[in-house]
């Protein structure tokens, strides 16, 4: 038990490590998530007059926003350069089809599934029941896109699968351990439903939950250490952005770490790294 606690400590360090060094390279994904954001705002407005086509419409500019994101993070991992405003306007289009494709096949689940829960007395919890294991099942499937070579988005979701049966205690435990403040709130299991219901109904790729979740993340752990609620929103706002960018990262580092590479395999690996 002791050898699989180094061994994963060793493995957070070196994704850490890795993380701290992406972000200086990549400090301009920051900037390009907080020009996505009010993006995603504009587009917000204008669809919400446009009905179903506007739904559409929110979705093209979501799956665009997603794919740039995971496009600047790909080359913040990969690159020994720093990233410049061209890697930022290149990075559209990238991932476009693979986000949109993963998204189509969500989309009809989830329509039956809220449709289906409106009449029934229990139909919040089933609801959430299903979004929290959507999250956990597809909870790695931006990194697949961006990081593992496949032909259709069935295959996105076949290998998000896979993975999280072979790593889940790995890939689990630093998301589990910085919601602490959450779980712990008065309403710290709702929050966590609510929270995890969000970001499983689009597999963690809707740019929206991109900024929300280390918001409320970052809000839980302030109010958590006494500070007011008034000034905790404006560091929020102010820290967010990185915050996002340094998770998107972290996990990054930590999925190309895993995956593909066996508990054995990293324990003869562990010492020579």
Do not use: C
Not at 38 to 45: K, N, S, V, Y
Not at 92 to 101: D, M, N, R
Not at 114 to 123: F, H, I, K, R, V
Not at 177 to 186: C, F, G
């Amino acid at each position: 038990m002791s050898r699989i606690f180094s061994e994963t400590l060793t493995l957070y360090r070196n994704a850490f490590r890795k993380t701290g060094e992406s972000l200086v390279r990549g400090w301009m994904t920051i900037v390009a998530v907080v020009g996505f954001g009010f993006l995603l705002l504009l587009a917000t407005q204008i669809a919400s007059s446009l009905g179903m086509i506007g739904g559409f419409l929110l979705g093209a500019v979501n799956a665009l926003l997603v794919g740039a994101t995971l496009s600047l993070i790909e080359q913040s991992i990969s690159h020994t350069r720093a990233l410049t405003l061209r890697d930022i306007f290149g990075s559209f289009g990238q991932y476009f089809w693979s986000v949109i494709g993963v998204g189509f096949i969500l989309w009809l689940p989830m329509m039956a599934l809220d449709l289906s829960m409106q009449t029934n007395p229990y139909g919040q919890l089933i609801s959430y029941a299903v979004l929290l294991l959507l999250f956990l099942l597809l909870n790695p499937a931006p990194e697949i896109i961006y990081q593992v070579r496949h032909d259709s988005p069935l295959e996105v979701l076949k290998t998000s699968y896979e993975f999280v049966l072979e790593n889940w205690m790995e890939w689990f435990l630093p998301f589990a351990l910085i919601l602490i403040p959450i779980i712990l709130s008065p309403t710290g299991l709702q929050s966590f439903f609510s929270l995890s219901s969000r970001v499983g109904r689009g597999a963690g790729l809707d740019f929206s939950q991109v900024l929300v979740l280390p918001f409320t993340i970052l809000g839980g752990w302030l109010d958590y250490v006494g500070i007011p609620s008034s000034a905790s929103w404006y560091l929020g706002l102010i820290f967010t952005p990185p915050l996002a960018v340094a998770m998107l990262l972290f996990r990054g580092h930590l999925f190309a770490s895993l995956h593909g590479v066996s508990r054995r395999q990293r324990r003869f690996v562990s010492p020579f790294e």
